[in-house]
């Protein structure tokens, strides 16, 4: 086989995905569950998730996440399932972190939305999955605890088109519910699919397909009116359909329980035989960057201290085309230094392997390449820059000072580690520089992760005073000076050099977009609101 063969085979096994869900939705479980299908567990689950209360799991690391219980960072995990390889990443489940999702999903050719049966959509997490769909990549959406009591299933998929635009088309359908659950019918195939419970569901659930006739005997009603709802769906025209799939208009959607492994299976057999294997990327003269070309990845997160066993920065970037092999000097293009590769690793959680050899959707972590940011192209051979990854428009500013002025270093270096990981914002006055660098947030949240790493990681304890903006737009240096002699608006730098405007009112923003045209006022992406 020639190498640029290889590589198109190898990618073509891949399915890389993120999952993103509300907290508690069941994220962590459905994780683990595909880990146990996946083989990737032995034959048992539970090795992954601690017991006893503490809640944590493959991703949950950081001290924060566990007092909290929720998902600040996210990870990545491969594991082979019937002849693919899976990427699966993880992304925070809360709304305040969805511009780190928005980065996840740029390395990602699909996600699975994981919704709680009995809450559907929630206000709270609606911007998340906006998010997702704004990235217009293929959704698959996972009903999950069917195991307990639930809305009706056309309820959730009524929610799922009312309030994400998404048009539901059901792939699986339950029949039972909460105690009564006893399997779903499988739309591809039409068969019944009936699951037995195993204990704690620790292993996989046996699944039996039972014929339509034996099926009537013996689940009776239940059975009937599950096959009638589904056949009602199919007559208005909900069928599953590859095209708009792909497109991220409609959403295929599998109704289970990951705690019983109910419908895991069909959901990881949908995700192998409905999502896309990595497409050539597109870079920024338009041009693709085909699959058998030279390597070429891109850099979508930056994490520090992920760890306190090893003290580092690693650098994720997706392989998006050739083959990567450990040890290989590549170019990294924003500043056309060459870059060794020794030290690469898959994460597992906290665990870490190290990586031999990498095919286009696949996620290496880099450690130490200190100068590489997130939206950064690293190539060999062939030069190649990929598109940035926009960032989101911040609502939350707050000035950060030292507690400590003999902390002073640690402060500083602490603030531009968070920048560079996305983790918050960094503004800078011109006159004021360093000393009281102003914070700017999507969510406030992200200034509790922001203070309590700088505390924690680089010993810098800081102390932050809200400010009364609460928009921002990007401007130039023309308009910057006089938007500076203005009431209620502040000019302030980023470290790329980006200007952005803060306003304290938006409709002072409206006004002066209307009544001054000629002043730049760009908008950045909306972010949670
Ligand atoms: P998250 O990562 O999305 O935040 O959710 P996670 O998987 O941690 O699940 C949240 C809670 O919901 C957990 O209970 C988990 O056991 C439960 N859960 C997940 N999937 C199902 C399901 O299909 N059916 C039912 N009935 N429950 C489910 P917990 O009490 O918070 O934790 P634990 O002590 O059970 O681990």
Redesign the pocket.
């Given at each position: 086989m020639s190498i640029p063969e290889e590589i198109e085979t190898e990618a073509e096994r891949r399915r890389t995905f993120a999952i993103i869900?509300?907290?508690?939705?069941?994220?962590?479980?459905?994780?683990?569950k595909f880990l146990l299908y996946g083989g990737a567990l032995g034959s048992e689950a539970g090795s992954v998730?601690a017991?006893s209360?503490r809640?944590s799991?493959t991703s949950d690391w950081m001290e924060l996440e566990q007092q909290r219980?929720?998902?600040i960072t996210s990870t990545v995990l491969q594991f082979p399932y019937r002849d693919h390889v899976v990427n699966l990443l993880d992304t925070p489940?809360h709304r305040d972190f969805s511009e780190d999702t928005y980065r996840v999903l740029a390395a990602a050719d699909a996600a699975v939305m994981?919704l709680?049966a009995a809450k559907g959509i929630e206000p709270q997490t609606l911007k998340l999955f906006e998010v997702c769909r704004d990235r217009e990549i293929p959704i698959l959406s996972f009903i999950?605890?069917?195991?307990?009591p639930s809305l009706q299933p056309l309820e959730i998929l009524d929610d799922i088109e009312k309030q994400l635009s998404l048009t539901p088309t059901p792939l699986s359908w339950p029949v039972g519910s909460a105690e009564g659950f006893r399997g779903v019918l499988d739309q591809r195939t039409g068969d019944f699919v009936r699951f037995t419970r195993t204990a704690r569901g620790a292993t996989m659930a046996p699944e039996e397909i039972v014929p339509p006739d034996a099926a009537r005997l013996e689940e009776g009603h239940i059975y009937e009116e599950a096959v009638e709802e589904l056949g009602l769906l199919e007559a208005v025209g909900a069928e599953y359909d590859e095209d708009t799939f792909l497109a991220g208009i409609t959403t295929p959607v599998f109704f289970?329980?990951?705690?019983?492994n109910?419908g895991v299976r069909l959901l990881l057999d949908a995700v192998v035989d409905l999502t896309p294997s990595p497409q050539p990327k597109v870079a920024k003269d338009g041009d693709p960057r085909e699959l058998g070309e030279p390597f070429s990845g891109f850099v979508f997160k930056v994490q520090a201290n992920m760890d306190k066993a090893h003290r580092d920065r690693t650098a994720f970037f997706r392989v998006c085309s050739g083959k990567f092999e450990r040890g290989m000097v590549v170019t990294h293009d924003a500043t056309g230094k060459p870059l060794a590769t020794k030290y690469v690793h898959t994460a597992f959680g906290t665990d870490r392997e190290t990586l031999n050899e990498a095919y286009p959707g696949d996620i290496v972590g880099l450690v130490n390449a200190n100068d590489v940011r997130i939206g950064d192209t690293l190539w060999i051979d062939e030069p190649v820059s990929f598109p940035e990854i926009p960032s989101f428009a911040p609502q939350h500013f707050a000035i950060a000072r030292t507690k400590d002025t003999s902390r002073f270093k640690q402060f500083r270096n602490g603030i531009s580690q968070l920048d560079e990981e996305g983790v918050v914002q960094v503004l800078r006055d011109r006159d004021i520089g360093d000393q009281a660098p102003v914070l700017a947030a999507v969510g406030p949240m992200q200034f509790e992760v922001a203070t309590h790493r700088l505390e924690n990681e680089f010993g810098a304890p800081v102390e932050l005073s809200m400010t009364k903006y609460s928009v921002a737009r990007r401007t130039d240096s023309e308009s910057a000076g006089e938007l500076r002699a203005m009431q209620g608006v502040d000019v302030l730098e980023k470290a790329d050099g980006t200007l952005l405007a803060l306003f304290e009112s938006p409709y002072w923003l409206d006004r002066l977009v209307s009544e001054r045209p000629e002043l730049v006022l760009d908008k950045l992406i909306a972010g949670a609101s």
């Open positions: 869900s509300h907290p508690d939705a069941g994220k962590t479980t459905l994780t683990e998730k017991r209360g809640r799991a219980g929720i998902s489940g994981v709680d999950n605890k069917w195991d307990r289970g329980s990951a705690l019983t109910f």
